[in-house]
């Protein structure tokens, strides 16, 4: 079964600077795709970004950009130029690609906390 | 507006009386979810349907029940609410077969407080 870390509970950061949430998973699994979502208070559960695992490239959107390493099994979240309104709960997602209904659960990490100081 | 929509948004119920937690989505998705969100431990899926009349168990089932019987609803259905059911819960659904993006779209979710 897929395993997704999140080992940092909280971070913070100051508004404007640059802050990486990290992320690590086990898999068997060659080709899956991962996922940040992002949580406010609001509890509405919103897409940040995807990545698709056979693809080299990092993925991008915006301020936000991951770091994905697959031979290290590491998935992190880089957010530049943070603002007020990223604060938030961060989750770290795993998905595989295969066909099937288990395969198209996902696996969550246990969140990270994002405080963004003013 | 394409949207997963769940009622109700909040509930306080007793232990024992039996809940219904509605879910419906307007974009003819097939598969659709039931997770729920625990403190230091993310979201955990509850259920699944793939479509119609199409369910299964997903990591955390037990005490729940849920039913497809139309394409668009998927209520989570709680017989004998237990303390330990007192969970943030989200209703989930993705266009699985239609379309590969893989991105599924979450409700708003339901805070469920048993007493």
């Known amino acids: 079964a897929q395993t997704v870390t999140q080992s940092q509970p909280e971070m913070s950061v100051q508004e404007a600077e640059t802050v990486t949430l990290s992320c690590t998973y086990d898999?068997?699994?060659?080709?899956?795709?991962l996922f940040w979502y992002k949580q406010p208070p609001s509890r509405q559960m919103i897409l940040v970004i995807r990545q698709e695992a056979y693809k080299q490239q990092n993925a991008t959107e915006n301020r936000f950009s991951v770091n994905f390493q697959k031979a290290a099994k590491s998935f992190s979240l880089k957010i530049s130029d943070s603002q007020l309104g990223d604060a938030a709960m961060y989750f770290c997602a795993y998905r595989s690609p295969y066909s099937g209904g288990s395969n198209y659960k996902l696996t969550f990490g246990k969140g990270t906390l994002l405080t963004v100081n003013p | 507006e394409a949207q997963v929509t769940q009622n109700p948004r909040y509930l306080i119920t007793v232990t024992g009386k039996k809940l219904t937690v509605t879910c419906s989505q307007n974009?003819?998705?097939?598969?659709m979810s039931w997770y729920r969100q625990d403190p230091g431990l993310g979201l955990r899926q509850i259920y699944y349907s793939m479509n119609v009349e199409v369910t299964d168990k997903g990591d955390v089932p037990e005490g729940y029940k849920v039913s497809r019987k139309e394409k668009r609803n998927f209520p989570l259905i709680l017989e004998s609410p237990s303390p330990n059911q007192t969970s943030l819960y989200f209703c989930a659904s993705s266009p699985e077969g239609v379309s590969r993006s893989y991105e599924q779209y979450f409700g708003p979710g339901t805070r469920l407080t048993v007493t």
């Open positions: 898999t068997s699994e060659s080709d899956y795709y």
């Open positions: 974009m003819n998705h097939e598969y």
